[in-house]
């Protein structure tokens, strides 16, 4: 089960960290993404960090151009929690932002076989 948490309203320029709370034994296993899903969109690629099988901080990461130099994504096992920092956000990043869990490191979303409920960040201009 997923919690994702950290949404909220923002101006452009300015920054939200995003927390995907998980349970389960293995969470260091589980490859993390973050997607999004702006009014009308389709859910795209936001972020994503591998599995760090037993290492707490550790993991390969992928970021979608868009974000590339302006998100961060992390992981934390102790806490069995992934996190999103986003800075210089912008209008466009408006969207439902959703955690999942998968088997693979991956930019598609059909290999991510959990989903948390999602969280809104709105970005005014």
């Known amino acids: 089960q997923l919690q994702a948490s950290g949404g909220g309203l923002v101006q452009a320029g300015g920054s939200l960290r995003l927390s995907c709370a998980a349970s389960g034994r293995t969470f260091s296993n589980y490859y993390m993404g973050w997607f999004r899903q702006a009014p009308g969109n389709e859910r795209e690629f936001v972020a994503a960090?591998?599995?760090?099988?037993?290492?707490?901080?550790?993991?390969?990461?992928y970021y979608a151009d868009s974000v590339k130099g302006r998100f961060t994504i992390s992981r934390d096992n102790s806490k069995k929690t992934v996190y999103l920092q986003m800075n210089s956000l912008k209008p466009e990043d408006t969207a439902v932002y959703y955690c999942?869990?998968?088997?693979?490191?991956?930019?598609?979303?059909?290999?991510?076989?959990?989903w948390g409920q999602g969280t809104l960040v709105t970005v005014s201009s």
């Open positions: 999942a869990k998968g088997p693979v490191l991956s930019r598609r979303r059909d290999p991510y076989d959990g």
């Open positions: 960090i591998s599995g760090s099988f037993g290492d707490t901080y550790g993991g390969i990461t």
